[in-house]
């Protein structure tokens, strides 16, 4: 009987254990907030931390650097670039300096031709 016990508070302290165990912070991300002009927001950064957004947007190479607020957000702003209707492909790294990183690539987004 007493062992019976001692395996039934064994696995129930396990199985409070287990799931904060496996609770992990999300992952930095990047998404585009608007295409024109170009506003890149970035999400789950660390508190405080410097970021290096650099790519490649319809061609052209841009960069910029943002500090994360409190809650591990940003937003750049690039006001001579623009992403909207036929454009080409998006590719921008963001580079934290406390390790945090996030990647966006988007396809080129294809026009639909017309023909007379």
Do not use: D, W
């Not at 912070?25 to 907030?33: T, Y």
């Not at 998006?90 to 007379?116: D, H, Q």
Request: charged share 10%.
């Amino acid at each position: 009987m007493r062992s019976l016990r001692f395996v039934l508070i064994l696995a129930a302290v396990a199985a409070i254990a287990a799931p904060a165990a496996h609770t992990q912070a999300p992952q930095a991300s990047l998404r585009l907030a608007q295409f024109n002009p170009l506003i890149v927001r970035g999400l789950y950064f660390h508190p405080g931390e410097k970021i290096r957004v650099a790519g490649i947007v319809s061609e052209s190479k841009i960069g910029a650097f943002a500090h994360a607020t409190a809650g591990g957000t940003f937003a750049i702003t690039f006001p001579n670039v623009h992403a909207g209707g036929c454009m080409g492909a998006v590719y921008l790294r963001a580079t934290g300096s406390l390790g945090s990183l996030a990647i966006l690539k988007m396809p080129p987004r294809l026009c639909a031709v017309r023909t007379p």
